[in-house]
């Protein structure tokens, strides 16, 4: 079946712009994650759903960065005013309803470059 | 083990070698400890996890090992095979206050099994 998909695949914005990443998760699987990762670094936390809501966004670095989910399925990441600092790829994971959530399916990433 | 910055560990083994893969954790709280590995290019893939009341589990080719005395887990993979060759990642998944998971997960920084054939 098909797995977790996002787009665009590769992002170059100016310093300044707001930019809009997406996920489309696996069908039927309610919670969703987004991470971000950068250059040789291990996975950073962002935010959860569970559903349409957000019980966690403890990871969002600042008020610039948004994330909303519809239907229970489509994610959109927004990052207003771009710094260069943002600059990494952003991975999406989901993962059903069951068990413990250890298992995330995760999609390629969307690689952001701010010049 | 994990290393912070970016030169991240290195392993190089011959295919058809076992390889051992280390990660040293900080956080006693952890429910699960999870495997991962990142294909070039790819997201992560979940490889096996394990429960902190647990110091071994198995799976295919792979077995995870836990030392809760010493804050040190381990993932080996038997027969290694070029196919194997990735970033392996460890990460923990801490319950929230009310003692629910819900995966937010915490992951080290990473180490690179190049295996040759």
């Known amino acids: 079946g098909a797995g977790v998909s996002q787009s665009p695949s590769n992002k170059v914005t100016e310093k300044g712009k707001d930019v809009e990443l997406r996920c489309d998760p696996i069908s039927g699987h309610t919670a969703l994650y987004w991470y971000r990762q950068s250059l040789g670094q291990g996975l950073e936390f962002l935010i959860y759903?569970?559903?349409?809501?957000?019980?966690?966004k403890s990871g969002l670095p600042s008020d610039r960065f948004s994330a909303e989910r519809t239907g229970g399925s489509v994610s959109t990441l927004t990052i207003q005013r771009t710094q260069q600092e943002d600059s990494a790829v952003y991975l999406c994971?989901?993962?059903?309803?069951?068990?413990?959530?250890?298992?995330?399916?995760f999609g390629p990433g969307t690689r952001l470059t701010v010049l | 083990g994990e290393s912070v910055g970016l030169h991240l560990p290195t392993l190089s083994v011959q295919e058809g070698d076992n390889s051992i893969i280390n990660c040293a954790y900080s956080n006693s709280a952890s429910d699960y400890f999870i495997w991962y590995k990142q294909e070039s290019g790819k997201g992560p893939q979940f490889i096996i996890d394990i429960r902190s009341n647990m110091d071994k589990r198995q799976g295919q080719r792979v077995t995870v090992l836990l030392n809760k005395t010493v804050k040190h887990l381990s993932l080996q993979i038997a027969a290694t095979q070029p196919g194997d060759s990735a970033v392996y990642f460890c990460a923990e998944n801490i319950s929230n206050a009310g003692g629910t998971s819900y995966g937010k997960l915490t992951f080290g920084q990473g180490t690179i099994l190049t295996v040759h054939p």
């Open positions: 759903f569970q559903g349409n809501s957000a019980p966690d």
């Open positions: 994971a989901s993962s059903p309803r069951t068990g413990n959530y250890n298992e995330q399916f």
